[in-house]
């Protein structure tokens, strides 16, 4: 039959019946493939027939969906990296023991001692601590190095208030970090740098009393080194660090806690360090031991005819104006505790040498009254003041006669003011001796 001209399509069937046999084969197909894989859990399916590469697909059951063990990697979920009950070391107890005399024992396995977590020292004999509950013993440091140097900080500073150098070793002892105990001259001479003279002498006489236990010769050098390794972070906050540093140098080969030829080492390997070279120069000076042990001065950082000096300037003052506040002010910033029997003794004699010594007298009472309810002199200072006066009234009378007198009126007003102990110690007065005319020698 040849072509047709059938515009309006009369008589045509809609679907052929080719693609209808098309159809029906992809079906048959699509419907053979669901009952295999309904009969086979995984099915393993092959694309792309006749080449190499494979793409292997697996499908869980939907009638086993759920009772999977979740251990077993090959079926996912959350067991990856969990350990199976014979992995959680529970069976460890009943392994078998180890040899003594297999070259893989470790003795350290067997449970004798514990190792804490500070660097033990080598050889170390007798251990830190012991562990009750374990029933083992402990080497090694006790504490972490910054929990060492907070416990060391805390001693130090409680140091410079008692002065108690035995309550230092005590606590150094019971921190139990021998091999931490460089880090105490460190911390030590970095913490008095903040301070004044009066700590920096405690400072070295701590060092003495420290040496050589429970610091030996190698930990006072190993921290002498560490102190000049960071003595450019401490010039940062103490510009005097350098200096004040080679003082400490100096004082310890005075002192014996270092031996000379720590500084001859230093000076070889740090060549033209100005801290070594301010030790060398103290200690080449003449007298110079005598003159190192009053490096800091005596104890408050000046020299005695200083703090003379710097006492009649303030007196002097006082009596001019009668400013008891700054007279106060001055007196404290002198820092100069054990010195105030001296501002006692001076201020009496010059009251003593005014034109009018009774009315002196009253404003250094008054004076030493403000200073005893403030808490600033001690009234053991003011009574010692007064025994040094009652001691040397045999000279005070060659150059002022009335001075017995004026010094009993005085003590009389401390005494009501409440300047003297409640009980104090009865001191003997040197009573001037009669001459053989009857005067006063």
């Known amino acids: 039959m040849g072509k047709v001209h059938n515009p309006s399509g009369a008589g045509v069937r809609a679907i052929s019946t080719q693609v209808k046999n098309k159809t029906q084969k992809i079906r048959e197909k699509e419907k053979a493939e669901l009952d295999n894989a309904v009969s086979d859990d995984h099915e393993t399916k092959v694309k792309d027939v006749g080449t190499a590469r494979r793409n292997i697909t697996r499908k869980k059951s939907t009638e086993n969906e759920g009772t999977f063990d979740s251990h077993k990697k090959k079926q996912g979920g959350p067991g990856k990296g969990k350990w199976l009950d014979i992995q959680d070391g529970s069976l460890d107890d009943y392994a078998d023991p180890v040899d003594v005399n297999d070259p893989l024992y470790d003795e ?11 660097d033990a020292l080598i050889g170390e004999e007798e251990p830190s601590g012991y562990y009750e509950s374990e029933g083992k013993a402990i080497y090694g440091p006790m504490l972490t190095l910054p929990e060492f140097k907070i416990r060391l900080a805390e001693s130090i500073r409680e140091y410079f208030d008692s002065g108690d150098s035995d309550e230092v070793i005590r606590s150094i002892e019971e921190l139990k970090c021998r091999s931490f105990h460089p880090e105490v001259v460190k911390k030590a001479i970095s913490l008095s740098l903040d301070e004044g003279p009066r700590e920096r002498e405690l400072i070295s006489r701590l060092l003495t009393c420290l040496h050589p236990t429970p610091l030996s010769d190698a930990d006072m050098e190993e921290g002498f080194e560490i102190l000049l390794q960071g003595l450019e972070e401490l010039s940062i906050d103490c510009p005097d660090a350098k200096t004040m540093v080679g003082s400490f140098l100096a004082r310890a080969v005075v002192d014996e806690v270092l031996p000379p030829a720590y500084l001859s080492t230093q000076n070889n390997e740090r060549p033209g360090d100005p801290v070594v070279e301010k030790a060398v120069s103290l200690l080449s000076r003449e007298h110079c031991t005598a003159r190192l042990e009053h490096v800091w001065g005596p104890g408050d950082g000046r020299p005695v005819a200083e703090l003379k000096t710097v006492l009649d300037q303030l007196l002097k003052e006082y009596l001019m104006s009668r400013e008891l506040d700054e007279a106060a002010r001055c007196v404290r910033e002198m820092n100069a505790s054990h010195f105030h029997h001296e501002l006692v003794k001076r201020g009496v004699t010059h ?8 009315d002196a007298l009253d404003a250094m009472s008054a004076l030493f009254s403000f200073l005893t309810k403030n808490a600033i002199v ?22 002022i006669p009335s001075a017995p007198e004026l010094l009993s009126e005085f003590e009389i007003m401390v005494k009501e003011r409440g300047c003297l102990p409640s009980s104090p110690k009865r001191v ?3 009573s001037p001796k009669p001459a053989e005319n009857g005067t006063a020698q």
Do not use: C, F, H
């Open 428 to 430: 003997e007065v040197a």
């Open 351 to 358: 009251a003593m040498e005014t034109a009018d010594p009774k």
């Open 108 to 118: 350290t396995k067997e449970g004798k001692y514990i190792l804490s977590g500070g």
């Open 378 to 399: 001690s009234e053991y200072q003011v009574a010692k003041g007064i025994s040094r006066l009652n001691k040397l009234l045999p000279d005070l009378s060659l150059d």
